[in-house]
Protein backbone atom coordinates (compact mmCIF):
# COMPACT_ATOMS: atom_id res chain seq x y z
CA UNK A 1 0.00 0.00 0.00
CA UNK A 2 2.72 2.22 0.68
CA UNK A 3 4.58 1.52 -2.27
CA UNK A 4 1.59 2.09 -4.42
CA UNK A 5 0.43 5.40 -3.08
CA UNK A 6 4.05 6.92 -3.56
CA UNK A 7 4.27 5.72 -7.41
CA UNK A 8 0.35 7.59 -7.56
CA UNK A 9 2.19 10.90 -6.20
CA UNK A 10 5.29 10.82 -7.97
CA UNK A 11 3.17 10.44 -11.37
CA UNK A 12 0.89 13.57 -10.26
CA UNK A 13 3.62 15.81 -9.38
CA UNK A 14 4.84 15.02 -12.65
CA UNK A 15 1.60 15.29 -14.34
CA UNK A 16 1.13 18.95 -12.76
CA UNK A 17 4.27 20.09 -13.03
CA UNK A 18 4.57 19.32 -17.24
CA UNK A 19 0.76 20.77 -17.43
CA UNK A 20 2.58 23.80 -15.96
CA UNK A 21 5.24 23.84 -18.87
CA UNK A 22 8.10 23.21 -16.69
CA UNK A 23 9.67 20.05 -18.51
CA UNK A 24 13.18 21.17 -17.79
CA UNK A 25 12.38 21.28 -14.01
CA UNK A 26 10.12 18.14 -14.51
CA UNK A 27 13.05 16.07 -15.67
CA UNK A 28 15.19 17.27 -13.57
CA UNK A 29 13.23 15.85 -11.06
CA UNK A 30 12.18 12.42 -12.26
CA UNK A 31 16.13 10.93 -10.90
CA UNK A 32 15.37 11.68 -7.19
CA UNK A 33 11.34 10.73 -7.68
CA UNK A 34 11.92 7.45 -8.97
CA UNK A 35 14.62 6.84 -5.95
CA UNK A 36 11.49 7.98 -3.43
CA UNK A 37 9.33 5.28 -5.03
CA UNK A 38 12.12 2.81 -4.81
CA UNK A 39 11.92 3.94 -0.94
CA UNK A 40 8.57 3.20 -0.68
CA UNK A 41 8.11 -0.36 -2.28
CA UNK A 42 7.76 -2.32 0.33
CA UNK A 43 9.87 -5.32 0.66
CA UNK A 44 9.79 -8.49 3.13
CA UNK A 45 12.50 -8.38 5.63
CA UNK A 46 15.21 -11.08 5.99
CA UNK A 47 14.07 -14.68 6.76
CA UNK A 48 15.93 -14.59 10.50
CA UNK A 49 15.30 -18.93 10.28
CA UNK A 50 18.63 -20.80 9.67
CA UNK A 51 20.79 -17.90 9.96
CA UNK A 52 23.55 -17.17 12.16
CA UNK A 53 24.91 -13.16 13.90
CA UNK A 54 27.69 -13.25 16.02
CA UNK A 55 27.54 -10.29 18.70
CA UNK A 56 30.60 -9.15 20.36
CA UNK A 57 30.40 -7.47 24.70
CA UNK A 58 27.13 -9.33 25.15
CA UNK A 59 28.20 -9.26 29.05
CA UNK A 60 26.02 -6.19 29.39
CA UNK A 61 24.44 -3.24 27.82
CA UNK A 62 23.30 -3.73 24.27
CA UNK A 63 24.85 -6.56 23.35
CA UNK A 64 23.45 -8.38 25.99
CA UNK A 65 20.02 -7.22 25.16
CA UNK A 66 20.35 -7.48 21.56
CA UNK A 67 21.62 -10.61 21.85
CA UNK A 68 18.24 -12.22 23.68
CA UNK A 69 16.17 -10.10 21.15
CA UNK A 70 17.95 -11.79 18.24
CA UNK A 71 17.54 -15.59 19.94
CA UNK A 72 14.01 -14.70 19.72
CA UNK A 73 13.78 -13.85 16.84
CA UNK A 74 15.45 -17.23 15.58
CA UNK A 75 18.40 -15.93 14.61
CA UNK A 76 21.55 -18.90 15.59
CA UNK A 77 23.33 -16.34 18.01
CA UNK A 78 26.89 -16.44 18.79
CA UNK A 79 27.41 -14.26 22.11
CA UNK A 80 31.16 -12.70 22.81
CA UNK A 81 31.17 -12.62 26.53
CA UNK A 82 34.32 -11.41 27.85
CA UNK A 83 33.25 -13.30 31.21
CA UNK A 84 31.60 -16.53 29.97
CA UNK A 85 31.20 -16.93 33.52
CA UNK A 86 29.88 -14.01 34.87
CA UNK A 87 26.07 -13.08 35.59
CA UNK A 88 25.66 -11.38 32.38
CA UNK A 89 26.71 -14.52 30.53
CA UNK A 90 24.77 -16.86 32.63
CA UNK A 91 22.04 -14.82 32.42
CA UNK A 92 21.67 -15.06 28.57
CA UNK A 93 22.20 -19.39 29.15
CA UNK A 94 19.33 -19.17 31.34
CA UNK A 95 16.81 -16.92 29.55
CA UNK A 96 17.71 -17.72 25.95
CA UNK A 97 17.31 -20.97 23.62
CA UNK A 98 19.82 -24.02 23.08
CA UNK A 99 20.35 -21.82 20.08
CA UNK A 100 22.23 -19.32 21.61
CA UNK A 101 25.96 -20.12 22.25
CA UNK A 102 27.92 -18.36 24.95
CA UNK A 103 31.70 -17.53 23.45
CA UNK A 104 34.76 -16.26 25.75
CA UNK A 105 35.57 -13.27 23.52
CA UNK A 106 37.95 -10.31 24.40
CA UNK A 107 38.74 -8.65 20.86
CA UNK A 108 41.97 -7.63 21.56
CA UNK A 109 42.90 -11.15 21.74
CA UNK A 110 43.99 -12.87 18.46
CA UNK A 111 43.53 -15.67 20.20
CA UNK A 112 40.43 -15.31 21.40
CA UNK A 113 39.03 -14.16 18.00
CA UNK A 114 40.63 -17.19 16.27
CA UNK A 115 39.11 -19.97 18.71
CA UNK A 116 35.80 -17.97 18.38
CA UNK A 117 36.23 -18.17 14.44
CA UNK A 118 37.10 -21.91 14.61
CA UNK A 119 33.85 -22.62 16.69
CA UNK A 120 31.29 -20.78 14.39
CA UNK A 121 32.61 -22.13 11.10
CA UNK A 122 31.81 -25.65 12.84
CA UNK A 123 28.54 -24.71 13.98
CA UNK A 124 27.03 -23.07 11.53
CA UNK A 125 23.49 -23.37 10.40
CA UNK A 126 22.25 -23.87 6.93
CA UNK A 127 22.23 -20.22 5.87
CA UNK A 128 25.23 -19.26 6.85
CA UNK A 129 26.82 -16.19 9.62
CA UNK A 130 24.28 -13.43 8.33
CA UNK A 131 25.97 -10.65 10.47
CA UNK A 132 28.73 -9.26 12.46
CA UNK A 133 27.68 -6.68 15.23
CA UNK A 134 30.67 -5.25 16.77
CA UNK A 135 29.40 -3.80 19.85
CA UNK A 136 32.40 -4.30 22.32
CA UNK A 137 33.27 -1.29 23.66
CA UNK A 138 34.99 0.74 26.62
CA UNK A 139 34.41 4.31 27.84
CA UNK A 140 36.69 6.51 30.04
CA UNK A 141 36.88 10.50 31.01
CA UNK A 142 39.40 13.00 31.68
CA UNK A 143 41.37 15.58 30.08
CA UNK A 144 44.07 14.70 27.77
CA UNK A 145 47.17 15.38 30.39
CA UNK A 146 45.62 13.46 32.81
CA UNK A 147 45.86 10.74 31.01
CA UNK A 148 49.21 8.36 29.31
CA UNK A 149 49.50 6.96 26.48
CA UNK A 150 48.91 3.17 27.29
CA UNK A 151 45.16 4.68 28.44
CA UNK A 152 44.64 6.17 24.84
CA UNK A 153 46.09 2.49 23.72
CA UNK A 154 43.78 0.53 25.96
CA UNK A 155 40.59 2.50 24.32
CA UNK A 156 41.80 1.79 20.64
CA UNK A 157 42.00 -1.45 21.39
CA UNK A 158 38.60 -2.20 22.05
CA UNK A 159 36.71 0.42 20.56
CA UNK A 160 38.66 0.58 17.35
CA UNK A 161 41.03 -2.33 16.47
CA UNK A 162 39.13 -4.82 18.39
CA UNK A 163 36.37 -4.11 15.75
CA UNK A 164 38.69 -4.54 12.71
CA UNK A 165 40.52 -7.26 13.67
CA UNK A 166 36.81 -9.03 14.13
CA UNK A 167 35.83 -7.35 10.82
CA UNK A 168 39.14 -9.14 8.98
CA UNK A 169 38.18 -12.69 10.76
CA UNK A 170 34.85 -12.65 9.73
CA UNK A 171 34.47 -10.94 5.92
CA UNK A 172 34.90 -14.46 4.02
CA UNK A 173 31.96 -15.97 6.36
CA UNK A 174 29.87 -12.63 5.77
CA UNK A 175 30.43 -12.49 2.48
CA UNK A 176 29.52 -15.69 1.22
CA UNK A 177 25.97 -14.81 2.17
CA UNK A 178 25.92 -10.98 1.82
CA UNK A 179 25.40 -10.35 4.85
CA UNK A 180 25.76 -7.24 7.07
CA UNK A 181 28.57 -6.02 9.25
CA UNK A 182 27.25 -3.58 12.02
CA UNK A 183 29.33 -1.62 14.04
CA UNK A 184 28.31 0.55 17.16
CA UNK A 185 29.47 4.26 17.05
CA UNK A 186 28.52 7.19 19.12
CA UNK A 187 26.99 10.78 18.53
CA UNK A 188 30.88 11.52 20.02
CA UNK A 189 31.69 11.38 16.82
CA UNK A 190 30.32 14.60 15.80
CA UNK A 191 30.45 15.90 19.52
CA UNK A 192 34.10 16.18 19.91
CA UNK A 193 33.73 16.93 23.99
CA UNK A 194 36.00 18.49 26.12
CA UNK A 195 37.52 15.81 28.88
CA UNK A 196 36.40 12.34 25.87
CA UNK A 197 39.08 12.28 23.73
CA UNK A 198 39.87 8.74 24.76
CA UNK A 199 36.75 7.70 23.86
CA UNK A 200 35.95 10.24 20.99
CA UNK A 201 38.85 9.48 18.87
CA UNK A 202 38.58 5.74 18.44
CA UNK A 203 34.80 6.36 17.51
CA UNK A 204 36.04 9.19 14.93
CA UNK A 205 38.08 6.26 13.67
CA UNK A 206 34.94 3.46 13.36
CA UNK A 207 33.19 6.27 11.23
CA UNK A 208 36.01 6.40 8.96
CA UNK A 209 36.67 2.55 8.80
CA UNK A 210 32.66 1.72 8.16
CA UNK A 211 32.71 4.36 5.71
CA UNK A 212 35.67 3.09 3.94
CA UNK A 213 34.62 -0.87 4.16
CA UNK A 214 31.17 0.20 3.06
CA UNK A 215 31.98 1.45 -0.27
CA UNK A 216 34.35 -1.77 -0.54
CA UNK A 217 31.99 -4.14 -0.07
CA UNK A 218 28.43 -3.14 -2.32
CA UNK A 219 30.56 -4.73 -5.00
CA UNK A 220 29.59 -8.12 -3.15
CA UNK A 221 26.42 -7.59 -2.13
CA UNK A 222 27.22 -6.93 1.56
CA UNK A 223 25.81 -4.29 3.72
CA UNK A 224 27.53 -2.44 6.49
CA UNK A 225 25.96 -0.13 8.88
CA UNK A 226 26.89 2.38 11.87
CA UNK A 227 24.18 2.43 14.94
CA UNK A 228 24.84 6.01 16.43
CA UNK A 229 23.68 5.81 19.82
CA UNK A 230 23.43 9.22 22.26
CA UNK A 231 23.84 9.40 25.95
CA UNK A 232 22.87 5.98 27.38
CA UNK A 233 25.70 6.30 30.16
CA UNK A 234 22.89 5.50 32.84
CA UNK A 235 21.70 2.67 30.85
CA UNK A 236 24.61 1.07 29.82
CA UNK A 237 26.81 2.07 32.83
CA UNK A 238 30.09 2.06 30.52
CA UNK A 239 31.27 5.22 32.29
CA UNK A 240 32.75 4.78 35.53
CA UNK A 241 32.93 7.10 38.02
CA UNK A 242 36.31 7.62 39.80
CA UNK A 243 36.83 9.43 43.10
CA UNK A 244 38.79 12.59 43.46
CA UNK A 245 41.69 11.06 45.31
CA UNK A 246 41.74 7.97 42.97
CA UNK A 247 42.29 10.63 40.05
CA UNK A 248 44.69 12.96 41.96
CA UNK A 249 46.78 9.94 42.67
CA UNK A 250 47.43 9.11 38.83
CA UNK A 251 48.25 12.80 37.71
CA UNK A 252 52.42 13.66 37.86
CA UNK A 253 53.45 16.26 39.69
CA UNK A 254 53.72 19.01 37.21
CA UNK A 255 50.01 18.27 36.24
CA UNK A 256 48.71 18.67 39.96
CA UNK A 257 50.92 21.89 40.17
CA UNK A 258 48.28 23.16 37.37
CA UNK A 259 45.27 21.51 38.49
CA UNK A 260 43.45 21.24 41.46
CA UNK A 261 41.17 18.77 43.29
CA UNK A 262 38.18 21.33 43.27
CA UNK A 263 38.91 21.15 39.48
CA UNK A 264 38.87 17.46 39.64
CA UNK A 265 35.54 17.51 41.69
CA UNK A 266 34.04 19.73 39.13
CA UNK A 267 34.44 17.31 36.32
CA UNK A 268 33.52 14.51 38.81
CA UNK A 269 30.50 15.89 39.35
CA UNK A 270 29.36 16.22 35.63
CA UNK A 271 30.09 12.65 34.94
CA UNK A 272 27.73 11.72 38.02
CA UNK A 273 25.18 13.87 36.54
CA UNK A 274 25.46 12.07 33.30
CA UNK A 275 24.88 8.64 35.28
CA UNK A 276 22.02 9.43 37.49
CA UNK A 277 20.08 11.05 34.57
CA UNK A 278 17.02 9.34 34.14
CA UNK A 279 17.63 6.21 32.09
CA UNK A 280 16.68 5.81 28.08
CA UNK A 281 15.50 2.50 26.57
CA UNK A 282 18.47 0.93 25.41
CA UNK A 283 15.94 -0.92 22.85
CA UNK A 284 15.59 2.26 21.06
CA UNK A 285 19.19 0.99 20.12
CA UNK A 286 18.87 -2.77 19.68
CA UNK A 287 15.80 -2.24 17.74
CA UNK A 288 17.98 0.28 15.80
CA UNK A 289 20.15 -2.62 14.98
CA UNK A 290 18.16 -5.16 14.30
CA UNK A 291 16.58 -3.07 11.32
CA UNK A 292 20.02 -3.22 10.04
CA UNK A 293 20.51 -6.62 10.69
CA UNK A 294 16.47 -7.34 8.90
CA UNK A 295 15.68 -4.51 6.64
CA UNK A 296 15.96 -5.20 2.93
CA UNK A 297 17.18 -1.78 2.41
CA UNK A 298 19.39 -0.81 5.75
CA UNK A 299 20.46 2.65 6.13
CA UNK A 300 24.37 3.37 6.19
CA UNK A 301 23.67 5.32 9.49
CA UNK A 302 21.53 5.18 12.47
CA UNK A 303 21.47 8.19 14.44
CA UNK A 304 19.72 7.39 17.79
CA UNK A 305 19.01 10.72 20.01
CA UNK A 306 17.15 13.10 21.69
CA UNK A 307 16.15 15.84 19.75
CA UNK A 308 18.70 18.69 21.97
CA UNK A 309 21.59 15.99 21.28
CA UNK A 310 20.39 16.01 17.36
CA UNK A 311 20.81 19.98 17.82
CA UNK A 312 24.02 19.89 19.31
CA UNK A 313 25.51 17.58 16.80
CA UNK A 314 23.58 19.95 13.59
CA UNK A 315 25.57 22.78 15.55
CA UNK A 316 29.08 20.53 15.93
CA UNK A 317 28.89 19.54 12.01
CA UNK A 318 27.49 22.63 10.10
CA UNK A 319 28.05 25.76 12.22
CA UNK A 320 31.57 27.47 12.37
CA UNK A 321 34.31 26.10 14.44
CA UNK A 322 34.07 28.96 16.43
CA UNK A 323 30.85 28.68 17.17
CA UNK A 324 30.66 25.40 18.73
CA UNK A 325 33.56 26.03 20.70
CA UNK A 326 31.75 29.49 21.89
CA UNK A 327 29.07 27.19 22.72
CA UNK A 328 30.92 24.57 25.03
CA UNK A 329 33.31 27.36 26.90
CA UNK A 330 29.46 29.13 27.18
CA UNK A 331 28.77 26.10 29.88
CA UNK A 332 28.79 26.52 33.26
CA UNK A 333 31.20 23.64 34.15
CA UNK A 334 33.85 24.96 31.90
CA UNK A 335 33.72 28.94 32.96
CA UNK A 336 34.07 27.39 36.73
CA UNK A 337 37.38 25.38 35.26
CA UNK A 338 38.42 28.24 33.51
CA UNK A 339 37.77 30.55 36.77
CA UNK A 340 39.88 28.34 39.18
CA UNK A 341 42.56 27.78 36.78
CA UNK A 342 43.31 31.65 36.57
CA UNK A 343 43.26 31.56 40.21
CA UNK A 344 45.88 28.61 40.56
CA UNK A 345 48.42 30.03 38.32
CA UNK A 346 48.12 33.39 39.88
CA UNK A 347 48.80 31.68 43.18
Known sequence: MPGAVGTCAVFLLLGALYSFGSVAFTVCLIPPLIWIVWLTQPAAP???????????????????ILAKQLDGLGFRVFAGCLSPDGPGAQGLKKECSSQLSILKLDVTL????????????????????????????????????????????????????????????FIPLVRQCKGR????????????????????????????????????????????????????????NILKVQTTEEVWNELNDPVKRLYSKEYIQLLIDEVENIMSSKPRNPTDVTNAIMEALISPNPKARY?????????IIFMCVHFPTWFSDAFFCSLKVLRKQKALIGSQINN
Not at 52 to 57: D, H, S
Not at 304 to 310: H, I, L, N, P, Y
Request: proline share 2%; net charge negative; hydrophobic share 40%.
Open 181 to 236: FIFISSMSAYIHSPACSTYVITKCGIEAFSDCFRLEMKKFGVKVSVIEPGNYASTT
Open 110 to 169: DEDVNKVKEFVEANLPAEGLWGLVNNAGISGWGEVEWNNIQVYQRHADVNLWGSIRMTLS
Open 303 to 311: LVVSMAERV
Open 46 to 64: VNCKGRAVLITGCDTGFGH
